[in-house]
């Protein structure tokens, strides 16, 4: 379409009315000019899209508030059924972008076949603290494994021809008080965490758009902040899509038009009538809005599902996909004894405890919430397998409730049982203005059902269901634990699959299990003190805090067992110097007796240096899928940005020289192999290299850059305070590093008095001089202080 030769037939209304929703799922159609509407949907794990309701009466705000909900019986009912994949976090726990792709496939399959054209996902905020509801429908607390798991969805999506509009653009850490939230954040941490996954998957897989956030960043609303939808999101990483905001984010449409909101969702009177205003006085000017419209009309036209063909879908297969991701995002976090897998032919009895083998548990509520089209029942699928020897009791009425009867009668069938399964899991909060979860627990009734069981029979093993990470007291106690997450309709049989050895656990933990919340970097500033979320952990999110505060914790970051082994070795690392990558290569065996995935985890140790790192960094992972006694080589490719940091006062990415270690293994806590890197960096990249000293500024300041130093020696020379011979004497560098006075105070100290106050000053203009002359760059316009 000839989007310029529409925009210039659009009426000013038009053009207005196009940037906000028609409704609260619809893009504003315009029939004259042959434009049509797009269809949105929520849906990070499947798709949620409700029936269109006929509206027999006018309006009640009564009626629209007390029956609003996304997920009671009504809302399902109201809402077409749909495959459920496993939520972000247990997804994101199968470390595989591959299977994220074929699943972003599959849903937009059922996109096309509700005629949607833009999916409102995936969902990719870090996973900051343990107790934020939504971190069900995130990834990890890393940018590397939740960039390349969003990159794999997005690509699996957009491949099938629906677009992916990842979210919720930034910070959206918390979901108390979400809509007037401040999050107070460092630019580093900014950067290094809490926007380098979006960068990640957005560089590498192009989604067509971005949700801005609800909260503020810093004192500015994320939908009204030109510098993070503007000069972050489209200068810097280069992002040609529409911007539109989460429902009801805009509180100032004017700010949000300027900042680089393309589209206010949803229907907005107060965006048409304060657009139109801005419009008519000035402050806002049409070629503002023609840009908005140019990327709206490009994201209509693309995906729009309008007069296109409706595909069947094939419900079965994709019941099958998501009963083989939920296989693949189980951890197996503990198997003592070799517990599991289980054999049916032993004769030995199993006790299936807890409710949720009859009603499972297998996502979240909320806007993420699916209406299932079919859900395998753990019980029935066990029984499949276990058959006459598999006992079973309910053990409780739900999460909140249970009876000393159906703990009696829980505690009685473990008692005569060979070994007892336990299921346990964790639900959400109703949603709110205060969503958050108040602790780590699993559910209060499954607590002390668990206690129950642990009471009489010592062979207990643990299935958990749970959106988030969960504290486990009672871990050293029972024999096994195995993760599910909230792994989805086909968490039953991927169950029982895994418990009977059918399928192999091979999933790896995407956030860190501390051994206690108190543990948690984030616990100090999480509920958070009014409006405002101080972000003071900076960089050391997730497993980089526990590594630089040396804290033990229960299970570390990346880890997972399997029912096989497996080994690395011949590792080996070497730089491509044209192309400015380093290419790192191993060999992975499978050492054990069956077929098993591993997932091998690559960490940058950065040297020492004058800006603080984290231990290590996971920069890069692949999974594969062996055969007993299989090898394969893997080979990994890093270039300097996977070394980088980012340096605030120079307000880019730096890679410092230095030797970085490369460290590659099996999770964040085992890393055999190891090997170092020689990295030259550049004088120009180094953070003080660019820095202007000051009168007080110390030696060790001014050696720093080599010009600067040449400088300071030359004009000691000629004041005849040093022969020239002494000049540059590294036992006088020495020394000179010793002294803590600024070398103004040790010159007028230790001069003879001939170093005058005027003479310190040209000193240090001929040193700063010396550093802008030999660090060309935007920092030669500073002036000298």
Known sequence: MDIQSIIHKMTLEQKISLCTGADSWHTTAIEELAVPSLTMSDGTNGVRFQKPRRLTAPCNLYDATVNFSFDNEAALKNTYEATCYPSGSALACSWSPALAREIGAAVAVECRARGIGLLLG??????????????????????????????????????????????????????????????????????????????????????????????????EQACESPWLLSHVLRDLWGFKGAVLSDWGAVKDSVKAVKAG????????????????????????????????????????????????ERPKVDWESHHRLARRAACECAVLLKNQDSILPLNPDTGQTIAVLGQIAESPLFQGTGCAIVNARQADIPLKEIRKIGGKSVLYAKGCLDGQTTTEELLSEAGRTAKKADLAVVLMG????????????????????????LERVLEVQDNTIVILFNGNTVAMPWAGRVKAILQMGYAGEGAGKALADLLFGTACPGGKLAATIPESLKDTPAYLDFPHEGDVCRYREGIFAGYRYYDKRGRRVLFPFGYGLSYTTFTCSDLEASRQIDAGTYTVSLTVTNTGGREGSQVIQLYVCPPAGPLF??????????????????????????????????????????????????????????????IELSVEGSVDDSPRSRELLKLDSHYSDIFENQAAAEEFFCFLVEQGLLEPEQAGSPLLIKELKKTFWGFAQHLDMNGSGRITPKLSQELLDRMNQAILRSTPGPETTQKTP
């Open 613 to 674: 790192r984290p231990v290590k960094e996971l920069k890069s992972f692949a999974k594969v899928m062996l055969k007993p006694n299989e090898k394969r080589k893997i080979i990994f490719i890093l270039d300097d940005r996977d070394l980088a940091c980012y340096d605030e006062r120079l307000d880019r990415w730096v890679t410092l020289p230095g030797i970085y270690t490369i460290k590659i293994g099996f999770d964040s806590g085992n890393l055999p192999q190891s």
């Open 122 to 219: 995936p969902g990719m905020n870090i996973r900051r603290h343990p107790l934020t509801a939504r971190n069900f429908e995130y990834y990890s607390e890393d940018p590397c494994l939740s960039g390349e798991m969003a990159a794999g969805m997005i690509k699996g999506i957009q491949g099938e021809g629906v677009g992916a509009c990842v979210k919720h653009f930034a910070c959206n850490n918390s979901d108390t008080r979400r809509t007037r939230l401040n999050c107070m954040v460092d630019p580093r941490a900014l950067h290094e965490i809490y926007l380098a996954g979006f960068e990640r998957a957005i560089k590498k897989a192009a989604p067509a758009a971005v949700m801005g956030s609800y909260n503020q960043i810093n004192g």
């Open 426 to 449: 964790t639900y959400l909060p109703g949603e709110s203005d205060d969503y958050d979860h108040k602790n780590m627990d699993a559910a209060p009734a499954h607590r002390k059902l």
């Open 261 to 308: 909101l393309d589209l206010q969702m949803p229907h907005s009177i107060q965006y048409m009538d304060s657009v139109k205003k801005a419009l008519e006085t000035g402050e806002l000017s049409s070629q503002d809005l023609d840009e908005h419209c140019e990327r709206i009309l490009s994201l209509v036209f693309t995906y729009s599902m309008e007069g296109r």
